[in-house]
């Protein structure tokens, strides 16, 4: 029997966790609030702020589906990106809810691309193919630069959707040319392993910089500016080398998409998620993402036919987890 609605969704990434109310059957996720991660002991926590912040009288939960920024395994889980520590059996209980589903937040966003529309999405050239005529074993991958680097696939599986969930974020991140070369040996200066997360994220843009300063020879002060100094500077153009870093961040960023796309096969497209890229507005529509997407040698022409498209809606992944509890409800 399906659980009793209203049901909780939540997005918990390493800087905010985003909450809404699912009121009835296929009804959107309204009520949205966001709540700054470090200003809660845990999800429980924020979970019970935002609840206590609903209008009085409204109905509480009694089923909840919360995505996390970080890989689930055992009761006990750590946020990857922030200070949460906490048992899901204690935050079940604490909360008062019959069900509660985790999910890996890219899970949830690649669960929400089968019902984005058209004015959630920006693409290069033509939107991809509407989801609901996407034929059984049809694969959608979606790549979110944020705090860190998420990465999460969908299947198609008869009237089901599958997530593919993984931490693709931190495999090696390949270079593409003698410069990146350059990079990246300055970038294995601070950290042993670079991972795609170590460069293309909130938390690695700034390593970016820095290496790109490096491989520049350069002594331009950007030791210590932050992801918002660099993303402002490269934007304006004052700066050489935040301006490079920019341009470099989505050159990366198409090619590790584009192996995304190879390696799961992700003929339905790709789609890129997270808080950053689209504060680069046309700069990155400008840039050679595309380009880098498919240059892949003699697989040029099958990644030439996957479309890639950005989420514009930052709250996609709500309604991912919405429809996860839905599918474990039927």
């Known amino acids: ?71 689930l395994e055992g009761d006990r889980i750590e946020l990857t990106n922030a200070a949460w520590s906490f048992s899901r059996r204690e935050t079940q209980a604490e909360l008062g809810l019959d069900t509660l589903l985790w999910l890996n937040d890219f899970e949830a966003q690649a669960l929400s691309l089968p019902r984005l529309g058209a004015a959630q999405l920006r693409a290069w050239g033509e939107l991809p193919a509407a989801p609901g005529a996407a034929p059984s074993g049809t694969v959608m991958a979606v790549i979110g630069p944020g705090t860190g680097l998420g990465v999460g696939g969908v299947v198609r599986a008869g009237s089901r959707w599958v997530a593919l969930p993984g931490e693709g974020g931190h495999v090696t991140l390949p270079a593409g040319d003698d410069f990146e070369s350059e990079v990246l040996r300055q970038a294995r200066r601070e950290f042993p392993h670079v991972s795609a997360e170590r460069l293309l994220s909130g938390i690695g843009l700034p390593v970016l910089c820095r290496s790109v300063a490096a491989a520049l020879g350069s002594d331009e002060a950007v030791a210590t500016l932050t992801t918002e100094q660099i993303v402002a500077r490269g934007l304006s153009r004052e700066s050489v080398v935040c301006d490079r870093s920019l341009d470099l961040f989505c050159a990366l960023l198409g090619s590790f998409a584009g192996n995304v796309a190879l390696t799961l096969g992700s003929r339905g497209g790709v789609f890129i998620g997270g808080g950053i890229v689209p504060r680069l507005g046309e700069r990155f529509f400008q840039s050679e993402f595309r380009r880098r997407f498919e240059a892949k040698g003699r697989f040029q022409p099958f990644l030439a036919g996957i479309p890639t498209a950005l989420i514009t809606d930052t709250l996609a992944a709500l309604s991912g987890a919405a429809l996860a509890l839905q599918q474990s409800e039927a």
């Open 1 to 71: 029997m399906s659980a009793a609605y209203p049901w909780l969704v939540a997005d918990i990434g390493g800087t905010n966790a985003r909450f809404g109310i699912v009121a009835g059957p296929d009804a959107p996720v309204e009520d949205v609030r966001v709540l700054p991660v470090a200003g809660h002991a845990g999800p429980a926590s924020a979970a019970q702020a935002y609840l206590q912040g609903r209008p009085a009288g409204a109905e509480r939960p009694r089923s909840a589906a919360f995505a996390l920024a970080t890989a």
